[in-house]
């Protein structure tokens, strides 16, 4: 087998100790996306989440949606409880992989209504994050819709901790890269997309343990242009 990206194997160790990270209920984004595909549920509806960890968010919008979802990863072992805790009922599966390589398999490009990705892009570096929202794109069929959330530089808990990166505006070695972006950042960055609606919004995320942390994300949703 061949060995995990740094990334990947700093995530699956952390999964290791610390199991179900943010608890059992859904991210703001989750929330903040079924409320807009609320009107469109149904059992057709294909959803991708990508970066899904254990799959809180993928069950929750599988639940609320009553849709076909997929939640992929690169962390083999949050996968693994990904799977384990798939509830009877639910269209969901979780296998491990990127949106890169995952776009590259037939049938999968421009096969998806909705590209879901929760706090992954600011993990990525420059190169990584284009290349990562080209990859949302092919995946997002004609007219599909895309939801993002990402750490802003309001954020009060990560913002500036850490490391600077040399070179590179508003990023931080804290554990992992943790870049911040900017609206403009976005806008380019996603300009495969027509930015339906791009806002920050600030909020508690209740992790386990009972442990609660003040953030402030991007949230952002497009439209793939239809051909």
């Not at 990525?124 to 939801?147: C, E, I, Q, Y």
Request: proline content about 7%; aromatic content about 10%.
């Amino acid at each position: 087998m061949s060995p995990l990206p740094p990334e990947a194997a700093y995530w699956d160790a952390r999964y290791a100790v610390d199991g179900r990270l943010w608890g059992d209920g859904p991210s703001e984004l989750a929330r903040l996306a079924v409320a807009r595909l609320r009107p469109h549920a149904a059992p057709e509806l294909a959803v991708l989440d990508v970066g899904c960890g254990y799959g809180r968010d993928t069950r929750y919008i599988a639940a609320e949606l009553h849709c076909r979802a997929l939640g992929i990863d690169p962390s083999p072992r949050a996968v693994a409880t990904a799977q384990k805790s798939r509830s009877a009922g639910l269209d969901v599966e979780f296998t491990a992989g990127d949106a890169a390589s995952l776009a590259a398999q037939p049938g999968q490009a421009g096969s998806w209504d909705v590209v879901y990705a929760c706090n992954v892009y600011h993990l990525m570096g420059p190169d990584a994050r284009r290349a990562f929202a080209a990859a949302l794109a092919a995946l997002a069929r004609p007219g599909g819709l895309v939801f993002l959330s990402t750490l802003s530089p309001r954020d009060p808990q990560h913002y500036a901790v850490g490391a600077p990166v040399p070179g590179e505006e508003r990023s931080w070695i804290e554990h992992v890269y943790l870049h911040f972006c900017t609206a403009e950042e976005l806008e380019a960055d996603f300009g495969a997309f027509d930015v339906l609606d791009l806002e920050e919004r600030s909020y508690d995320e209740h992790n386990a343990g009972g442990v609660v942390h003040r953030h402030a994300s991007w949230f952002l949703e497009g439209r793939r242009p239809a051909v």
